[in-house]
């Protein structure tokens, strides 16, 4: 080839390139409108994520999961031409710099930083969705220079939806009901979405709460991906009520105080970058307001106690559809929300380039400090190990979170005990957990166990106590030196499951969801199942009260044996085998104390004015974690449904119009069982035929009256203070410690006490002489979180939890919520006994 042609074969192949390159288009070209003028689907946002895959050589599409209804959950990592056939080196090194990946080459300080933007977590504030299109683009388009320079130093990573279920009901909803042109009348249906709304997930929960506890399929598989990763700034995107302007960081008070000065200042210097975006575009915003740095499972804060910087992004725009006329009188459209979240977007990618290695080597001090002088005054935590189960369910829990443990301590040690609240001496066994914090992941550690979590400023934006070893009702120490754990591994020999055809009984435990999964799985197998009220001794082995018993006799079926044991072998359940009916001490099986376990057709009330995340969190437990069916009703259909079809009505939290309180009381006189939670405890209070009555303040009020005039001074407060004063009067999540009558079947495989999360200060007088006080507070029972003055004063010398026979049937009181966001482990098994025990 002579010279002439070669010029002309390169010349042909630098234009086809350039061709090629130029040929990436933009989301309006790919979508065939303007981004704004409608949602997209989320089908369409993967399509284009798909679509760069395959044009941008700067690009790598990772599929990390799926949701509950099987759309894709995405992460695309952008990077330089140098850096994209890096990324595994890129990843291992920064997992060196926290001390987390196998020794290797040494980790350098030099390398790029990791900018992650998480959009829409919450499905019905779509407008960051629409954006990360923009933003991708805006990173591969090859005529973007200032951007490709930013990509030198810097690996971005863009997840386009945490909540694909979540966005698409509320996308659906919103194009099956628009007019041909956007109606911007707040009043207009298509600004009024029906329930559940499309905030939550499949299962009805808040994905931006379940960043540590990982309940959720799509946290548990995009927290794997994070701390494969572990970026140093990390952006969470979201909106809100439509009037708000747009909030960036930096964050409100309080801040925990493990949150470093560095994370504190660098919130600073993103959060005056963003503004002056805004202030050059004229745009409101506001700062450290309202959303704080405490709850540990945000998608800010869990990044933050990672070694992040964690951020918060609110554009207002909830309910807005494609336009709205706000209170102002301005009309805010989606393309409006779409830019603002642009703009906070490459603002951040802007500053995280420009303080790329000062961002990593605050990081890699971060961990450093962690694993040399990790923060709190327990340097080993250890946990009481009396129940595998819940130690499985703890440990899997630590695992997810990169919390490195261990089981067993040599000799006796003096630790701050969780549940006597002193320092005492305890000689561990061999299976208890063992944490030390002189490990990457001690901030987590310290935030998750610490037994009371100091709150500089009261006035929080969620719950501000949950503990593990309270919310898992195990017994913790807390010890201030630093002490090894024996093993790396737990000590339990497999569970045995043997058929004996000698067999007149097989015996299980009761206390744990473990328990409550195997009890679900012979019913559903049509195994007849009882329980024991009282404590036995049989066969040299002590069972304590519920322990369910599968006798042969009620089981006329040649495969008896077979089943049992197959069913229990395949869930790692441990079976006792007993040769006869006859006990050591106790009550035989044939007694008036073992009772039969009809199955129960289980009814759960759904739809308007109900939670849905009440809702979720019971749906999930049935169908996720014990495996039970259950039927969802709408509310609007119970006055047509057919009672009789079902043994238990389960009413979550809500405001029920109407409550049909005279045919449910006849339904429960026929047998039934009424389970009620939080306010639904309250529809029934004071009225005729229910044993509960609220409890009453008057009495302190006149207890006032006594001391003069002071008690009818008018209200002098200072308007600047209103929001500190109504606080007050509130409780935004606090742990209390109730005495609990586990003798009663509603208490069976607990202890005499347990740990409840108050979200309110309601609480009811005991139950009188026709009813069971099953939880009780006494005025001692506080322990943790921020509880107003007037709350606290209030939440003493009354009932939690109860049981009220009526006619054949029970109405069993939750005022708490015992299965919070699914995390509050130690509530599943007392729900679940609300559920198969009481009544039986």
């Avoid at 500089?456 to 017994?475: H, K, R």
């Avoid at 006869?580 to 057709?601: A, L, N, Q």
């Avoid at 079902?646 to 006189?669: H, K, M, S, T």
């Amino acid at each position: 080839m002579n010279r002439k042609l070669t010029c002309l074969f390169f010349s042909f192949i630098i234009a086809v390139s350039t061709a090629f390159c130029q040929e990436i288009r933009s989301p309006e070209r790919f979508l065939g409108y303007k981004l704004g003028d409608q949602f997209t689907p989320h089908y369409r946002i993967v399509e284009y994520f798909r679509y760069i895959a395959q044009v941008s050589k700067n690009v790598k599409l990772v599929q990390y999961g799926s949701t509950n209804e099987g759309r894709p959950l995405l992460a695309m990592f952008i990077a330089s031409d140098d850096n994209i056939g890096k990324l595994e080196e890129i990843r291992l090194n920064n997992l060196r710099l926290a001390g987390l990946a196998p020794a290797g080459a040494a980790n350098s300080t030099k390398t790029p930083v990791i900018c992650w933007l998480s959009y829409n977590v919450h499905g019905n504030e779509p407008a960051s969705s629409e954006t990360s299109m923009q933003v991708l683009f805006d990173l591969v388009d090859p005529a973007n220079t200032q951007k490709k320079s930013w990509l030198k130093n810097t690996v971005v990573v863009i997840d386009p939806c945490l909540n694909p279920d979540g966005r698409d009901r509320y996308v659906h909803f919103y194009n099956s009901v628009r007019d041909a042109l956007p109606n911007a009348n707040p009043s207009a249906r298509e600004h009024s979405e029906p329930w559940p709304q499309g905030r939550v997930n499949h299962y009805y929960f808040d994905l931006n709460r379940d960043w540590a506890w990982q309940t959720q399929k799509e946290s548990q598989a995009r927290v794997a991906l994070f701390n494969q990763w572990l970026p140093q700034i990390h952006v969470d995107y979201h909106e809100q009520g439509y009037n708000a302007p747009y909030y960036f960081a930096p964050a409100a008070e309080p801040f925990h105080k493990v949150i470093t000065q560095w994370q504190r200042d660098f919130q600073i210097v993103i959060g005056k970058n963003n503004a002056k975006y805004f202030d050059q575009n004229g745009w409101l915003y506001f700062t450290r307001q309202e959303f704080d740095l405490l709850y540990p499972s945000y998608g800010d804060t869990y990044p933050i106690y990672s070694g992040s910087i964690g951020m918060t992004y609110e554009q207002g725009g909830i309910g807005a559809g494609l336009a709205i006329v706000t209170s102002s009188g301005d009309t805010l459209t989606l393309a409006d929300r779409i830019a603002h979240h642009h703009s906070t977007s490459i603002s951040t990618i802007e500053t995280a380039s420009e303080n790329a290695q000062k961002l990593v080597e605050q990081f890699k001090k971060f961990y450093d400090n962690s694993r040399s002088n990790p923060p709190g005054e327990y340097k080993t935590y250890v946990i009481q190990n009396d129940n595998n189960d819940k130690i499985s369910v703890l440990t899997a829990l630590l695992d997810r979170n990169k919390i490195e443990y261990g089981f067993g301590l040599k000799g006796a040690f003096s630790g701050y005990n969780y549940v006597s609240g002193k320092t005492e001496s305890y000689n561990p066994g061999p299976n208890d957990l063992v944490i030390n914090a002189y490990q990457s992941k001690s901030v987590l550690l310290n935030v998750l166990f610490e037994p009371r979590t100091f709150v500089a400023d009261s006035n929080t934006y969620d719950i501000t106590a949950w503990s593990l070893p309270y919310a898992y009702g195990l017994t913790a120490y807390g010890l201030k030196e630093s002490l090894k754990p024996s093993s790396s591994t737990l000590y339990a020999p497999k569970p045995e499951a043997v058929a004996n055809p000698r067999a007149y009984a097989y015996v299980s435990a009761w206390q744990s969801v473990s328990d409550v999964k195997f009890l679900a799985a012979l019913l559903k197998k049509g195994i007849k199942v009882r329980y024991s009220e009282k404590p036995f001794e049989a066969g040299g082995k002590k069972f304590a009260a519920g322990s369910l018993l599968i006798t042969r006799a009620g089981n006329d079926r040649s495969d008896f044996d077979a089943d049992v044991t197959q069913i229990a072998g395949s869930l790692n359940h441990e079976l006792v085998p007993l040769t006869s009916g006859f006990v050591d001490k106790g009550h035989d099986f044939g007694s008036g104390e073992v009772h039969y376990i009809r199955p129960p057709h289980v009814m759960l009330i759904a739809g308007e004015g109900v939670s849905a995340e009440a809702v979720g969190e019971v749906w999930h437990l049935f169908e996720r974690q014990i495996g039970y069916p259950i039927t969802l009703v709408k509310y609007d259909d119970l006055k047509r449904a057919r009672l009789q079809d079902f043994d238990v009505a389960i009413f979550a939290d809500g405001e029920y119009e109407d409550f049909p309180l005279d045919r449910l009381q006849n339904w429960v006189r026929d047998g039934g069982k009424l389970i009620v939670m939080q306010n639904a405890v309250a529809e029934l209070a004071d009225k005729k035929g229910f044993g509960l009555k609220r409890k009453d303040d008057k009495k302190n009020e006149k207890k006032d009256d006594k001391t003069g005039d002071k008690a009818n001074v008018p209200n002098l407060g200072l308007y600047a203070n209103r929001d500190l004063d109504a606080i007050r009067a509130t409780v935004p999540g606090a742990i209390y410690k109730i005495n609990l009558d586990n003798t009663h079947p509603l208490g069976f495989g607990l202890q005499s006490y347990y740990y409840s999360l108050k979200l309110s200060d309601d609480i009811y007088d005991y139950l009188g002489d026709n009813g069971w006080n099953v939880g009780t507070v006494k005025k001692d029972s506080y322990i943790s979180g921020f509880v107003g003055q007037k709350s606290k004063d209030k939440i003493k010398d009354g009932m939690l939890i109860g049981v009220q026979p009526i006619g054949h049937g029970n109405v069993v009181y939750f005022v708490d919520d015992p299965i919070f966001r699914s995390f509050w482990e130690n509530g599943k098994l007392l729900f679940s006994n609300a559920v198969f025990m009481v009544g039986q």
